[in-house]
């Protein structure tokens, strides 16, 4: 009874999973793996052809497995073996197609999937590869046409059903992924020559409900100590001005606290200037242009200094403390 039970068991994994050792499904997966794999960024082929590669062999590749998964599940749960070319097999082709498209137009969707999967880009040109859906539902039922009894051996078909769910599951290292955008201010070649050098100034600290401004002394050489400080700071809008608070920092040298990169100049001194605004009302109301006006103390002599200043969306790079 046990070697029936055995016997009996695998004709129905070569029922509903033998397909998969058939030469379409297996070149479809070789297809998927060498294209996703190997000539993917290599420059033997354009990336035009890489690009719609993977979708004309994966989705031909899901369309199969996804049928196959689908009558095993009958089969398991029924005991009955579901058809090829059945309800069942063109509702799973469906629901396939579905999935493609909602990857492909829906940004939602694709960022979950990306999440968990690894990138995959939103390209409405990629919808015309969805007739590869039909045209494995057509093998489908050519197969369901020739079978008979006698299906792989069993080692065969699990080994192509382990193979194929692995290809299918198996994408490349995705490309990194820039921070997302967010509220920031920012000031433009924000430069003041002075007779000891150039003071800087950037926004360090930057949001929907406030801001902070770091001024930096680049000193000039064989010029004298350079030392700055904001005496008084503002952030005029169109419909009044919000006033800045101070905060005293110690002198710092090597480039501290920096506006740039890691290229960026020794600061002989630094200050900073706190805004803080009426939680994002300024923003809700779309007050996005604001003139930063400073008042300076460089090297013992008064400066005044306004900087146009923009309030938008912005990208920083990871690190940068912008």
């Known amino acids: 009874m046990a070697r029936v039970a055995t016997v009996v068991r695998a004709r129905t994994l070569?029922?509903?999973?033998g397909d998969l050792v058939r030469p379409a499904p297996l070149i479809a997966a070789a297809v998927l793996a060498v294209n996703d794999h190997a000539l993917k960024g290599a420059g033997l082929v354009p990336a035009a052809i890489t690009g719609k590669l993977s979708d004309v062999a994966g989705l031909f590749l899901a369309g199969v497995v996804g049928v196959c998964l689908a009558r095993g599940a009958a089969a398991a749960g029924t005991g009955r073996r579901a058809r090829r070319d059945g309800p069942l097999a063109i509702a799973t082709l469906l629901a396939i197609a579905l999935a493609f498209a909602a990857l492909k137009l829906w940004p939602g969707f694709n960022r979950a999937l990306t999440a968990t999967w690894g990138a995959n880009t939103l390209d409405a040109s990629d919808l015309?590869?969805?007739p590869m859906l039909a045209l494995?539902?057509?093998?489908?039922?050519?197969?369901?046409?020739?079978?008979?009894?006698?299906?792989?051996?069993r080692f065969a078909t699990a080994l192509a059903l382990a193979t194929t769910l692995l290809l299918c599951a198996a994408t490349p290292a995705p490309p990194p992924v820039p921070p997302p955008p967010v509220a920031g201010w920012y000031a433009a070649d924000a430069v003041l020559p002075v007779a000891c050098g150039e003071v800087h100034a950037w926004f360090s600290k930057s949001g929907k409900t406030g801001a902070g401004v770091t001024i930096g002394v680049v000193r000039a050489a064989d010029a004298p100590a350079c030392v700055a400080t904001i005496t008084a700071a503002r952030l005029r809008f169109a419909d009044g001005s919000v006033d800045g608070r101070t905060v005293e920092l110690p002198a710092a040298t090597g480039g501290a606290a920096g506006p740039r990169d890691a290229h960026q100049p020794a600061y002989e001194s630094l200050g900073y200037v706190g805004f803080a605004f009426d939680n994002q009302a300024r923003w809700n109301r779309g007050d996005r242009n604001a003139v930063l006006e400073l008042e300076l103390l460089v090297a013992g002599e008064p400066r005044t200094w306004a900087v146009p200043a923009k309030h938008a969306m912005l990208t920083f790079p990871v690190g940068a403390g912008r």
């Open 128 to 130: 015309w590869c969805l």
């Open 136 to 153: 494995a539902w057509v093998w489908l039922r050519d197969r369901e046409a020739a079978a008979t009894e006698a299906g792989p051996p």
């Open 14 to 17: 070569s029922a509903w999973a």
